[in-house]
């Protein structure tokens, strides 16, 4: 008999047929003289239930131990729609489980904060093991939208020369081993005589972790028009909230021949639908399971906001609402606390989300063009979503390589800035054309679909200030 995922057995299987699976035990029952398990395998939320007498069980089979069961399907007395596998073989124990030691034994239900404590567990779980199947099915949508809407993927480097937020909330990388480190820099000193010895370098540079591939992106959209990446991005911020951490992932865009802030908003309100719709229709089962056997009211916002075009306003038509609407200022120089940014989608418009646009060149970064109406002002844009806030961020780029370069020797007199980013003004000297793009923080989308308030729960192995314990 051929091994089965359970997910086939529970959807597919039928009465009388001799099934082989391989799985975990979620559930361990003795009634008199039967014993009565549920399976999972990890292919879906299903479990299928397995019956056999409690005189033919091997050794050593307890709850959260790995079996591998064979046998065949009958409907389950009590109810004739549920298949369940009465083994014709003795139930094989794969791996056992020490019950005193496993930290998720117990019948109770675990705070998420114990359970971070063992995040190398974590995926035993049913609720985190349905999350990680949501975020895979997330993904895939996300990938499905860009093919099918002419985006070529590029993989974009982890290692870079450039700070592209400009924020200086950078990790730096050098080798681990000091000897090597000597080493370098003999071999370096002996060519170029510069590197002191107390600088940490990458061969013979500084580089960092990147904080967005938006620059190479840009690059690559020089050659393809349309491209999207999807990697890891690592920022240095001291920040225990619970929608920061130090490494996510991000999606990012990037269009050539973009005029216009709405073409890039447009992609961004149907790759944030299409992602969304797919999650929740061909993953629903392991959604039901993620928001506590369903949570209407998060359904209903996430189908409201589907139902609704997304709200387009100014950073001053937002400051101005907050104002008048609900007595929140502004601070002049400062963009929008997550308060405000909360206040705005949820209070001031219907959990609708909302593209703020037009925001104060002097709180954006270097990159950003500046908006042809207003010269303190740039093409920028942040998506607003409820419960989230910022899920998005955007901007046209600046083309003008003078007013590119004067923002970048604004930033560092030495000119050693725009020395880094030569690469980067000549994009623009050979066949440039208007760009535009964003990056959308993916496990932030993970907290939206599913409603989970910490940003750590929804990401597979979180990193966060003081924290990488694994
Ligand atoms: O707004 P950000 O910083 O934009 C950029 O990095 C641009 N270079 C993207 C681009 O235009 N290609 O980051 C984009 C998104 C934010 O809107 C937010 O959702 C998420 O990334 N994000 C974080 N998510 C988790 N932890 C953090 N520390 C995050 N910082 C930003
Ligand atoms: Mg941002």
Redesign the pocket.
């Known amino acids: 008999v051929s091994k089965r995922s359970v997910k086939d057995v529970v959807l597919n299987g039928s009465s009388d047929e001799a099934v082989r699976i391989q799985g975990w035990v979620r559930s361990f029952r003795k009634l008199k003289e039967n014993l009565f398990l549920d399976v999972s395998d990890g292919s879906s939320e299903h479990r299928v239930p397995v019956v056999t007498q409690v005189s033919s069980m091997p050794k050593g089979i307890q709850m959260h131990t790995s079996v591998d069961v064979t046998g065949v399907l009958q409907p389950s007395p009590k109810n004739p729609a549920i298949l369940e596998i009465h083994p014709n073989e003795p139930i094989k124990l794969v791996g056992s489980c020490d019950q005193q030691t496993y930290p998720f034994g117990g019948k109770i239900r675990y705070t998420q904060d114990y359970i971070r404590q063992f995040i190398h567990l974590r995926p035993k779980t049913n609720k985190f093991s349905s999350l990680l199947r949501l975020r895979s099915a997330t993904s895939r949508a996300i990938n499905d939208y860009f093919t099918n809407n002419g985006f070529f993927q590029v993989h974009v480097p982890i290692l870079t020369s450039n700070d592209?937020?400009g924020a200086g909330e950078l990790f730096t990388v050098k080798p681990a081993s000091e000897d090597l480190v000597k080493e370098m820099r003999k071999e370096n000193n002996a060519a170029a005589g510069t590197i002191s010895t107390d600088e940490v370098v990458y061969f013979d540079k500084h580089v960092h972790l990147s904080?967005?591939?938006?620059l190479h992106?840009e690059s690559a959209v020089c050659g393809l028009e349309k491209v999207w990446t999807f990697s890891p991005v690592f920022?240095a911020?001291n920040?225990k909230s619970s929608?920061?951490?130090?490494e996510?992932y991000?999606v990012?865009a990037?269009m050539a021949f973009a005029y216009e802030i709405e073409q890039i908003l447009e992609v961004m309100e149907n790759l944030v639908k299409s992602s969304i719709r797919m999650a929740l229709t061909d993953c629903i089962g392991d959604w039901n399971v993620v928001t506590g056997n369903s949570d209407p009211n998060l359904r209903k916002m996430l189908d409201h906001m589907l139902a609704h075009p997304f709200t387009v306003m100014t950073f001053d038509e937002a400051s101005k609402l907050l104002k008048e609407k609900a007595s929140s200022i502004v601070q002049p120089g400062k963009g929008l606390s997550r308060e405000q940014e909360l206040l705005l989608v949820e209070q001031l418009n219907d959990n609708i989300p909302i593209f703020v646009i037009d925001w104060p060149s002097e709180i954006k970064?270097f990159y950003m063009r500046q908006s042809v109406t207003d010269s303190s002002k740039v093409s920028a844009v942040?998506l607003l979503v409820p419960t989230v806030g910022?899920?998005?961020?955007?901007?046209l780029r600046e083309g003008d390589v003078s007013k590119l370069t004067s923002k970048l020797n604004a930033m560092d007199p030495s000119g050693s800035l725009q020395e880094t980013l030569s690469w980067y003004i000549d994009l623009r000297k050979y066949g440039g054309t208007p760009t535009g793009?964003?990056?959308?923080?993916f496990?932030?989308l993970m907290q939206l679909i599913t409603g989970i308030g910490n940003?750590k729960d929804v990401s597979p192995f979180p990193r966060w200030p003081h924290h990488c314990p694994m």
């Open positions: 592209c937020e904080v967005s591939g938006q992106l920022r911020e920040s929608r920061h951490l130090a996510f991000m990012e990037e970064p942040d910022e899920l998005c961020g955007g901007s793009g964003f990056g959308l923080g496990d932030r940003i």
